[in-house]
């Protein structure tokens, strides 16, 4: 079975400042591992997605994010926050073992971005 | 493309009442998944369908729901009779076979169940 913690239900930053949202998976195979953003009212929108090669992914809105094998985690930086990256932050992971082709998502963390 | 297109995107209804939502996948994509997304769960993954076949369905929660894909472009989530607990939104997305598993949600259905 494949399992999504992420750490922190709320994280709330200076805009300008540094974000960082903690994300840690479980997965007895390599997974591919994904962020998802949603803002108020909306649908998920893939932020970025790591399947193989580079562990340094980048993605939309200057988010990026790194994968570490030996810490099993893949934790979503970007250096500056902006007032528009308030939302609620989804990881993801999916790691096909038995044929079951769905993602599982963490429970989410709520950005918020303070003037 | 239009991506993945949901409807109705918001629903209010009575407890008993039959509740129809309905989802168009984007085209060319061979999976459907319907997620439902609530304060205290978080989100969830109710059924998914490749191909049209319902591949797994263990996230119903119970009979009162059913899904169903009679063909590549459509799908319907039904909730018979309605209870307020089932009141959260529900997503839609679909995928290509190919590819790393990237998923195309829809912008959701909010249901609420008075």
């Known amino acids: 079975a494949q399992s999504v913690t992420q750490l922190g239900s709320h994280v709330s930053v200076s805009e300008g400042a540094l974000v960082l949202l903690r994300c840690n998976y479980s997965?007895?195979?390599?997974?591919?591992l994904f962020w998802y953003v949603q803002y108020p009212n909306q649908g998920l929108q893939l932020l970025l997605k790591y399947t193989t090669g580079a562990t340094l992914v980048k993605g939309i809105n200057g988010f990026e994010a790194e994968f570490k094998k030996s810490e099993t985690s893949f934790h979503l930086t970007k250096p500056s926050a902006h007032m528009s990256d308030a939302a609620e932050y989804f990881c993801?992971?999916?790691?096909?073992?038995?044929?079951?082709?769905?993602?599982?998502f963490g429970s989410g963390t709520r950005l918020q971005v303070q003037p | 493309d239009a991506g993945v297109i949901q409807s109705p995107r918001h629903e209010v209804t009575e407890m008993g009442q039959e509740v129809t939502l309905r989802c168009k996948p984007i085209?060319?994509?061979?999976?459907l998944f319907w997620y439902r997304q609530t304060m205290m769960r978080g989100l969830e993954l109710l059924i998914y369908?490749?191909?049209?076949?319902?591949?797994?369905d263990s996230g119903m929660p119970e009979d009162r729901f059913s899904a169903k894909m009679p063909n590549a472009s459509f799908s319907t989530l039904k909730i018979q009779p309605s209870e307020p607990r089932d009141s959260a939104v529900y997503f839609c997305?679909?995928?290509?076979?190919?590819?790393?598993?990237?998923?195309?949600f829809g912008p959701g259905t909010r249901l609420t169940v008075l």
């Open positions: 369908f490749n191909n049209n076949v319902p591949i797994d």
């Open positions: 997305a679909s995928r290509l076979e190919q590819g790393p598993d990237t998923q195309y």
């Open positions: 997965s007895s195979v390599p997974p591919y």
């Open positions: 085209s060319g994509h061979d999976y």
């Open positions: 993801a992971v999916s790691a096909d073992v038995t044929g079951r082709r769905a993602l599982t």
